[in-house]
């Protein structure tokens, strides 16, 4: 049987997917050529690649954010059924607002980490591999952000997370094995439960379009099936976006991994699971429904993550450790932006998602810088290394203060729009949002607890036996470093800089008319 083949013939939407794994391909083919050649790989070359390959995704995403902002969102179908973008089989690909910052994104990271890597990873062996999976895991999250479908959006979900567990394994230590193993555990169990609950939407709507799934499911909100939906979504989204009681995996893949992959869990990859939760709740389920109120649900898993993580990051020894719990604390932070359920909220989600990752990416490089250095991340053993790292040092001063919400840092931006939405919630939509954020504004108190140890001790006391001989990073590592800390010091100044784009996608996420409109193939 013939199938009748339907495409529209813009791909802008889907270039950058394809522009970092045709980069992986090249970067793998070319690399085993070489060998096969001459017997090695020569130096330079997967990073190289890696490095032009994560600069022309970027570029492009900027050229397609020009033309969504210009003209509407862009889409890419394609479906044997014809014009029906529906069963038998159909992929569909949408690039909003929201999706064009992510994008960006998910790219402008891969770049830094690449480039940080040139250094970092210099003494390592399988760099072709490294380079490989590390362009396949920025391609396969910016294809869950354009994803208008539920398969599609499973698939490159699921592709995003086995590279990232095989990366955290990457240097095949039993930290890092055992690490990726709990990992892949935890992985498999949140997929199991969004897989399972694309199964019970498919059986209630008959379709696997968001678009067309959305029209259905809002025209019913009664629907005795909605909060289980909700909750298994909620659970199977937030192991990978770490939210308590769901993080574990986190805490020890973020030490284990290179630092370069740290900063990408930290910075990009938990942040995917938090954009699943959100777009697909939002798209499905009407937020003012009558049936199931899941934004509030949302917003008290965000205290109970805040909470937890800090309570558990103020014992740790450990630099990474310390960070890792950091991030799912900020996890929380930004789960009770979009748990208001207001349009402002959903803007300042965004924002925080933005500068969480320059924020800690920074951070998470910081301590591979240190821990390249002296090889250990024992915080007593880093006691006063700032002083014999200066650059490194004052690196990692910016990126506490930007986490601390210090101005003119732009954590100082993002964490008071987060607690203002908070307050706003209060006063329009619940008065239970401002107790709400008194337990933020306690929590952001409280993690200062062990920000001000990290700062103090990295940068003013002095140096342990094992810091005062530390090596300095070099060069492409402080670029990687310096771009971040560069982009806290820009966007603390002029904040307006990304939060006009962040209020467009949060809007773009809001107000999803038009998203809809395209993926679902309506007019």
């Known amino acids: 049987m013939q199938l009748d083949i339907f495409y529209i013939p813009d791909y802008g939407a889907v270039m950058p997917v394809v522009i970092p794994v045709l980069f992986a391909l090249l970067v ?17 070359l997967p990073d190289g690649l890696a490095v032009i390959g994560f600069s022309l995704t970027l570029f492009y995403t900027y ?20 014009t029906d973008y529906g069963p038998p089989l159909g992929i569909v690909m949408g690039a909003d607002q929201l999706s064009v910052l992510l994008m960006g994104l998910f790219s402008f990271m891969g770049l830094v980490v690449s480039i940080y890597s040139i250094g970092y990873m210099k003494e390592d062996t399988g760099l072709r591999h490294y380079y490989v999976l590390l362009l396949i895991m ?39 094995i055992e690490a990726a193993i709990k990992y892949l555990m935890m992985e498999v169990i949140g997929s199991t439960l969004v897989l399972y609950s694309a199964s019970y939407l498919y059986g209630l709507t008959g379709t696997l379009n968001l678009g067309r799934m959305s029209t259905l499911l809002q ?12 909750a298994m979504l909620t659970a199977g989204f937030g192991v990978k976006g770490a ?14 991994a290179p630092s370069g992959i740290s900063a990408m869990l930290s910075g990009v990859v938990i942040k995917v699971g938090v954009y699943g939760l959100i777009r697909v709740n939002t798209l499905l389920f009407p937020i003012n429904s009558i049936y199931f109120d899941w934004p509030l649900l949302i917003a008290i898993f965000a205290l109970v993550t805040m909470t937890a993580a800090n309570f558990w990051a103020l014992t740790q020894k450990d630099l990474k450790r310390m960070l890792a719990y950091s991030s799912i604390t900020q996890i929380g932070f930004i789960l009770f932006a979009f748990g208001t359920g207001t349009v402002f909220g959903y803007e300042t989600g965004v924002f925080y998602i933005v500068v969480h990752a320059f924020t800690k990416g920074l951070l998470f490089l910081c301590a591979g810088a240190f821990l390249h250095a002296i090889g250990t991340r024992n915080l007593d053993d880093l006691r006063g290394i700032g002083k014999t790292m200066p650059i490194s040092g004052a690196f990692f001063g910016i990126g506490i203060l930007s986490l601390m919400g210090m101005p003119p840092f732009a954590g100082f931006w993002s964490k008071f729009l987060v607690l203002a939405a908070g307050v706003q919630a209060g006063l329009t939509v619940s008065p239970y949002y401002l107790l709400f954020s008194m337990i933020a504004i306690f929590n952001a108190l409280l993690a200062l607890g062990y920000y001000l140890r990290m700062f103090f001790t990295i940068l003013f006391r002095e140096p342990s036996e ?9 060069p492409s590592m402080l670029v990687g470093m310096g771009i971040l800390a560069l982009a ?11 939060f006009n784009i962040a209020q467009a996608a949060g809007d773009a996420l809001y107000h999803f008319a038009d998203f809809v409109a395209l993926i679902s193939g309506t007019p």
Do not use: C, Q
């Open 138 to 176: 920025v391609a396969a999250m910016n294809g869950v952000v354009i994803s208008g479908d539920l398969f599609t959006l499973f698939i490159f979900y699921e592709t995003m997370g086995l590279s990232s567990f095989i990366l955290v394994a990457f240097r095949r230590n039993w930290e890092g």
């Open 28 to 44: 793998a083919v070319l690399s085993e050529l070489i060998v096969l050649i001459s017997k090695r790989v020569p130096k330079g």
């Open 488 to 498: 806290l010091i820009i966007v603390g100044i002029y904040p307006a800089l990304i």
């Open 63 to 82: 050229l397609l954010g020009v033309d969504v902002w210009t003209n509407g969102v862009k889409g890419f179908v394609w479906s044997s059924g014809g």
């Open 219 to 230: 025209a019913h909100p009664e629907n005795p099936l909605i909060p289980i939906l909700i």
């Open 243 to 256: 939210i308590v009681p769901f993080a574990a995996w986190l805490v020890d893949a973020h030490p284990a």
């Open 466 to 474: 094992k810091a005062a001989v530390a090596h300095r990073a070099s």
